[in-house]
């Protein structure tokens, strides 16, 4: 006999009711308290059959033969004793063995009363639910549990033992959710309204590392009357589901914060500002250093053997400063070659750590500086994460955790990849339009001019300013180009677009108005044939569906400037017009017709003359000076017209003033400018005579110009210029009808021109040495620095220009 059973199972109660019954079930033992709880007297008792004080003595026999009860070392439940006086008493029962001399083996039963505890089920729905895939636990009036399945004890880890007669709380001792829990089932009891699906997080024996969510349904047990007799619970855990959700809670969060800009830094930012702290308490992105310049990264097994060269593009922290991390943002990273993230840009496989290992011989033998400050700031997991698309990696990200003991799992390396496969393709999407702008800038900084000269017709300044100020290209131009007579053409277009496309259309167009400009045509005619080129354009551009793809348009305006009669010739093609700024300082815009942009070929293009004071101001713009999303074209005209009217100014002055007064820094369209401030070449240099049409005038016009080159300390250049202006004359004598014009110019250059009323163009003929003549204006085209023919309303000018400083044969 066990005289005090308490000392032979400590898990007893000592207010529990105890016996000992033997292998063959006879009581063996008993406590005064199993003789307050049944009435009867150990001496009545002992080594009678334990079964005779059940109500179902034949399940208790089975449930202490089984093998069950064996090998789990016990059992618990809810059973009905019979007391003395023949009433039922429900109780919760516990069965564990004990082993005595020999191998015998006893059984230490211990008994709790459970005044009004709703009936256990029945037995055929106690084995339904007993291996029901969810846990069930019945709990009597006083929330006390009457009975559990195994189930349970799986998903949260309380022993039955430890479970039964107790209350939540007292199984989940300190846990705030368990007091939540029980108030829900307390309204259930009082209201019998049954709560489905009441969802909770708490920390449960089964994982002391993570919080496990789960979805419990109460309904109210009542007897045939109607009254509450205790309360039922179904349990499922849904931490798998409820992690799912995260996950996709913060794949959804990172389709609206990653890649919100075309910057491959601003990106890699957003990836580590997501993650932290999400799921991660510390996180690098690093990049490699072709990526911020726009290149092209390398594939995976190409860089084994070569040091690794990264930038850091993004760090985020749970900690204020980011303690952890080594380099700034924008630094770059040392990678010691042995390291994971060598190996990571290596092979392009992610990596998890859950526990970091910086024991003597991993390594971080290589940095002992990075070791130091793992220890310091408490890093004990972390995963490396290769970002890479279209096969090529880009970068490692680094996500580690400081605060959070959890470390990370398969689930959290999954999640870290599916992130950051979408922010590689954000990445490489800006990679790309880096080095698509990069290589548009490049051709537009070296299509654009990089020394504007306006001769002796105009002084010149400029100001280009990209829509996007990092990796500006779009499809503005400007020009200044010089032409026959002293004269000089002012060049200001906008292809509709930006990037390459854009910039190649452009160089197209201004290489064709070069061609045009060279054969001296007048506005209006060199803006139909650049019209016609860009209608080609288009119809070489066309897809399929008779849709451009690249080429959809461009606006031009052409100004041609004599400074001999300070007379102005202008016209455009669907562009803003020209503003006069007047020696008073008064402005003006040009009342010139709008035409249509090129490539559409509705309407002919009409010309404009005018005379302009000297010391005049031309201003040629495009529309994103005068027309910005904060105001419509013209409040943008009224406001630069405002700002050009201070004529005292330098001219780089007043084009800085201009740009400055932009209502934004960082327009959304190209801004150009042009300013051209108009010269007056005085009388003196410049000089003209009208000949007759007779053959023996040729050695009078050589007088002339003899002598008019000696006026001007020119003797160098008698031999050359005689001979210019005697083929000159001569082919007009010979060619044409009606009078003869000289003309000599002095400016950087000496022009010759020779004015006739003919149509017909003079050809430069190769003689053969049998020929009489033809050599003309070959000899011509030797002597001269540059040579040409113009039209003009009354005939044609044939002009010849010559260094004044001739350059050493």
């Not at 439940?77 to 006086?85: E, N, P, Q, V």
């Not at 846990?135 to 033992?161: F, H, K, M, S, Y």
């Not at 589901?241 to 914060?257: G, K, V, Y």
């Not at 003549?773 to 023919?789: I, K, Y």
Request: aromatic share 6%; glycine share 8%.
């Amino acid at each position: 006999m066990v005289d005090n059973p308490e000392r032979v199972f400590p898990d007893v109660r000592t207010d529990a009711a105890t016996a000992v019954v033997d292998e063959k079930g006879a009581v063996t033992g008993w406590t005064p308290a199993a003789e307050r709880l049944t009435g009867y007297s150990a001496a009545e008792l002992m080594g009678r059959p334990a079964g005779a004080l059940l109500f179902s003595a034949e399940r208790l026999l089975k449930t202490l033969a089984a093998r069950e009860c064996r090998t789990r070392g016990g059992w618990c439940g809810r059973a009905a004793l019979r007391h003395r006086d023949g009433r039922r008493i429900d109780t919760c029962l516990r069965v564990s063995p004990l082993s005595g001399a020999a191998g015998v083996t006893s059984w230490l039963v211990s008994a709790t009363g459970m005044p009004g505890a709703p009936p256990g089920p029945a037995s055929g729905l106690e084995s339904m639910l007993a291996g029901a895939p969810i846990g069930v636990i019945v709990r009597d009036l006083e929330l006390r549990c009457t009975w559990v399945n195994d189930v349970l004890e799986q998903q949260d880890g309380i022993p039955r033992a430890e479970r039964l007669g107790r209350r939540l709380t007292e199984s989940l001792p300190g846990v705030a959710e368990a007091e939540t829990v029980e108030g829900v089932m307390r309204r259930v009891l009082h209201t019998g309204s049954p709560v489905i699906d009441f969802e909770f997080r708490a920390w449960v024996p089964v994982d002391r590392h993570r919080r496990r969510a789960f979805s419990v349904s109460f309904f109210r047990l009542e007897d045939a009357e109607g009254r509450p007799m205790g309360v039922c619970a179904m349990w499922v855990d849904v931490t798998r589901r409820e992690r799912a959700r995260e996950r996709l809670a913060i794949l959804n969060e990172a389709s609206t914060r990653i890649g919100t800009t075309l910057d491959v830094m601003r990106t890699g930012q957003e990836l580590a500002d997501l993650a932290v702290p999400l799921f991660a308490d510390f996180a690098a992105v690093d990049l490699s250093d072709s990526i911020p310049r726009g290149e092209e990264p390398a594939r995976p097994g190409t860089t084994a053997g070569r040091v690794a060269v990264v930038c850091r593009a993004g760090m985020a922290s749970v900690r204020r400063g980011a303690p952890e991390a080594m380099w700034e943002r924008g630094a770059e990273v040392f990678v010691p070659p042995a390291s994971p993230f060598a190996r990571v840009l290596s092979c392009g496989k992610s990596r998890l750590e859950p526990v970091v290992d910086t024991s003597p011989g991993s390594w971080f033998g290589q940095d002992p500086a990075r070791v130091e400050k793992i220890r310091e700031s408490g890093m004990h997991s972390c995963m490396y994460v290769p970002i890479q698309a279209r096969g090529r990696i880009l970068g490692v990200a680094f996500f580690a955790r400081t605060e959070d003991p959890v470390p990370f799992e398969e689930d959290d390396l999954l999640l870290a990849e599916e992130l950051v496969s979408r922010a590689a393709l954000s990445l490489d999407n800006a990679n790309r339009y880096t080095r698509e702008r990069a290589t548009a800038f490049a051709l537009q900084r070296n299509l654009l001019p990089q020394r504007l000269a306006g001769g002796t017709a105009v002084d010149v300044a400029s100001h280009y300013m990209p829509a996007d100020s990092r990796h500006g290209a779009g499809g503005d131009w400007f020009d200044v180009i010089p032409l026959s007579g002293a004269r000089v053409a002012l060049v200001v277009g906008d292809v509709v677009g930006h990037g390459i496309n854009a910039a190649a259309t452009m160089g197209r167009l201004r290489t064709a108005v070069h061609t045009l400009a060279d054969m001296d045509l007048p506005p209006d005619e060199l803006l139909a044939h650049l019209d016609d080129l860009a209608i080609r354009l288009i119809g070489e551009d066309v897809d399929d569906n008779g849709t451009a793809t690249a080429f959809l348009g461009a606006t031009c305006l052409y100004v041609v400037y004599d400074p001999v009669t300070r007379h102005c010739s202008m016209a455009r093609a669907g562009h803003p017009p020209p503003a006069i700024i007047g020696p008073d300082g008064q402005v003006t815009f040009a009342d010139l017709p709008a035409g249509t942009p090129l490539g559409l070929g509705l309407v002919p293009f009409e010309a404009v003359e005018l005379e302009l004071p000297e010391e005049s101001t031309l201003a040629l713009y495009t529309d994103g000076l005068v027309e910005t999303r904060e105001q419509d074209i013209d409040a943008g005209m009224r406001r630069l017209r405002a700002v050009l009217a201070q004529p005292g100014l330098p001219l780089d002055e007043l084009c800085s003033t201009v740009v400055d007064s932009l209502p934004s820094p960082a327009p959304y369209d190209d801004v150009t400018l042009l300013l051209a401030r108009t010269r007056t070449l005085s009388p003196s240099q410049t000089v003209s005579w009208e000949l007759p049409t007779d053959p023996a005038v040729v050695r009078t016009a050589r007088s002339l110009a003899l002598r008019q080159l000696s006026l001007w300390g020119l003797q160098e250049l008698a031999t050359t210029t005689e001979l210019i202006v005697s083929e000159l004359v001569t082919n007009a004598i010979r060619h044409a009808t009606g009078p003869i014009g000289l003309r000599l110019i002095r400016h950087q250059l000496l022009t010759c021109e020779v004015h006739d009323t003919s149509n017909s163009v003079p050809r430069l003929r190769h003689a053969r040495t049998t020929d009489e003549d033809g050599r003309g204006l070959f000899l011509v085209a030797q002597m001269s620095h540059r040579r040409g023919t113009r039209y003009t309303a009354d005939g044609k000018t044939v002009w010849a220009e010559q260094e004044l400083t001739p350059q050493p044969a």
